[in-house]
């Protein structure tokens, strides 16, 4: 049974920074791309990043580059992703999610999703 499970979310004051954790099991964790999504109330599901099999290659929305960072450990079959100078924006419930292609924008094409973890941010 596949699993992904997230962790590391809170409460944070604007400007300050959170590191989202993401826990896989139950599948080749290196075959999988992995990617982090966010949904606020009300809104649609957004790409935020997503790294290849190899951590070689990563991508970032517009929305969050410069500010987070998407990183991978196979060997712990982990993906975190740190996020700096967080805005009230930001505030979600963040999700990651693996697929084995490269459509990494597309969420319809990911096989495996979390259950999510929740980021609230304040000014």
């Known amino acids: 049974q596949v699993q992904l499970v997230e962790s590391g979310g809170g409460l944070v004051q604007a400007g300050g920074s959170l590191r989202l954790s993401c826990e896989a099991s139950?599948?080749?964790?290196?075959?999988?791309?992995v990617g982090w999504f966010r949904q606020a109330p009300g809104k649609e599901r957004e790409f935020v990043a997503a790294?290849?099999?190899?951590?070689?290659?990563?991508w970032y929305a517009d929305s969050v580059k410069e500010r987070f960072t998407i990183s991978r450990d196979n060997a712990k079959n982990t993906v975190w992703l740190q996020m700096n100078s967080l805005k009230p924006e930001d505030q979600a419930v963040y999700l990651c999610?693996?697929?084995?292609?490269?459509?990494?924008?597309?969420?319809?094409?990911?096989?495996?999703w979390g259950q999510g973890t929740q980021v609230s941010v304040f000014s």
């Open positions: 139950g599948l080749t964790f290196s075959s999988y791309l």
């Open positions: 790294i290849t099999w190899s951590g070689g290659s990563t």
């Open positions: 999610a693996a697929q084995a292609g490269l459509r990494v924008g597309v969420p319809e094409k990911y096989e495996y």
